[in-house]
């Protein structure tokens, strides 16, 4: 994608598919098209979920932290119906022609067909948590889905998780549940967590389940404590661009789990439940307390990086927006030095986007490749854009996609 695609209007973004553009749109069209051809019936209903990028506060909410997230305008739609024979059937535009069919008996972390670590452990991941926890649910008799989705897979924009909320709202309307979003997430994150083996915190399915359009969702991950504070950036003259890097990235190769460890490690030594609790002034006692030094950098990082998310908090209540620049810069390089969780490209997008003028940039997501956000004056964007793509010819790297982040809405069912 060229520079003047990424700063067009928005009309031109939403033909691009980077506007506000699958909400109820092209998107659910095709989804609905598709389950047709694909199941020989209409679609009982529509249900969409975005993916989401973090402005701050990573690798924290499985500490007990404090996220910043909002919801892109890209979603997974599914198309769904009730079955009442015990069959689950699972199809997705994006993995190709095999449809993927499982007894809903035999759905478990153990059993699934061979298709566990597979896009559809997702999605029956989500059937045996809502089995599992919800009373309503257990005698469930299956269901036919077709999804299709403008979330980018390995990006850092919470494919699973907009996979995983879109499946457990489509489940939940179609047999009468009435969960809530909250509700939404944690059945998501169960099956992440437990069903496909993925140790994520709660951020990217409450970011999935609750973001509000136009907004940030300040989230306390312990209590889920949520708050949805005004983000209009357009109206202040300022673009967050996404810089996906395309290097792809899998949070359950280990280096994630080693990463949450470390963090459950320390806690456990500083005898506080968990890093959130450290207090940012006691910081330096804390470290030298520690015995480990291994995990030292981690508890600077978390303590830190929740620190970030207050001092962004403050500055965006104040109507400092710009000012946030900092706060993002000094993330990525915790991130980059103590966490350990960036790599060149990232890196690349950062370097290259500042010395042009952005006004801060960080990786976003779980890092090891993915994506960055970049804070640029509206009329800079189009440079900025273009100085990270030279950075990345020069380097050698594939060239990345960039596209603008436009707060979205959250889960919700189009019809």
């Known amino acids: 994608m060229t520079a003047e695609e990424t700063t067009g209007t928005a009309a031109a973004r939403a033909a691009e598919g980077l ?9 659910a069209a095709a989804a609905a098209a598709a389950f047709a051809e694909l199941y020989g ?9 975005p993916g989401r990028v973090n402005l701050i506060g990573e690798h924290t909410d499985y500490n007990d932290g404090f996220v910043m997230p909002l919801a892109l305008p890209h979603t997974t739609v599914a198309a769904a119906r009730r079955r009442d024979d015990g069959v689950l059937r699972l199809h997705s ?9 499982l007894d809903v008996n035999s759905i478990d972390p153990l059993a699934v067909g061979g298709d566990r670590g597979g ?3 997702y999605p029956a991941g989500v059937v045996w948590a809502l089995r599992r926890t919800v009373p309503a649910f257990a005698d469930f008799g299956g269901a ?9 897979t390995g990006a850092g924009l919470s494919s699973s998780a907009a996979l995983e909320v879109s499946t457990a709202l489509a489940l939940s309307d179609l047999h009468g549940l009435g969960l809530d979003p909250v509700r939404l997430a944690k059945v998501s994150q169960h099956a992440e967590n437990d069903f496909v083996g993925v140790p994520s915190g709660i951020m990217d399915q409450m970011a999935s389940a609750c973001c509000t359009a136009g907004h940030v969702l300040h989230l306390d991950t312990r209590d889920l404590t949520e708050r949805a504070v005004p983000f209009d950036l357009a109206a202040e003259g300022l673009t967050l661009l996404v810089v996906d890097t395309q290097v792809k990235h899998a949070l359950g190769d280990g280096e994630y789990a080693q990463r949450r460890a470390g963090c459950e490690a320390a806690a456990r030594a500083l005898g506080v439940p968990a890093l959130r609790d450290v207090p940012y002034a006691e910081l330096d ?14 508890v600077r990082h978390v303590v830190t990086e929740d620190r970030r998310v207050e001092e962004c908090i403050a500055l965006l209540d104040a109507g400092r927006t710009r000012d946030i620049g900092p706060v993002l810069l000094a993330g990525h390089a915790s991130l980059r030095d103590d966490f350990r969780v960036s790599c060149p490209e990232l890196d690349v997008v950062v370097e290259s986007s500042v010395a042009v003028g952005a006004l801060g940039a960080r990786m976003t997501g779980g890092g090891f490749g993915g994506s960055a956000i970049v804070l640029v004056e509206t009329d800079a964007a189009e440079a900025v854009a273009k100085a990270v793509e030279s950075a990345f010819t020069a380097a050698d790297f594939r060239p990345p996609r960039v596209f603008p982040a436009v707060p979205g809405a959250g889960a919700r069912r189009l019809r």
């Open 41 to 49: 019936e209409q679609p009982a209903g529509l249900w969409a979920a």
């Open 93 to 101: 535009g994006d993995a190709g022609p095999r449809l993927v069919e």
């Open 119 to 121: 896009w559809a452990a």
């Open 285 to 298: 006692a804390a470290l030298a307390r520690l015995t480990d030094p291994a995990v030292r950098p981690f």
């Open 19 to 27: 506007g506000a553009e699958d909400g109820g749109g092209a998107g």
């Open 144 to 152: 036919d889905i077709h999804y299709e989705s403008t979330v980018p």
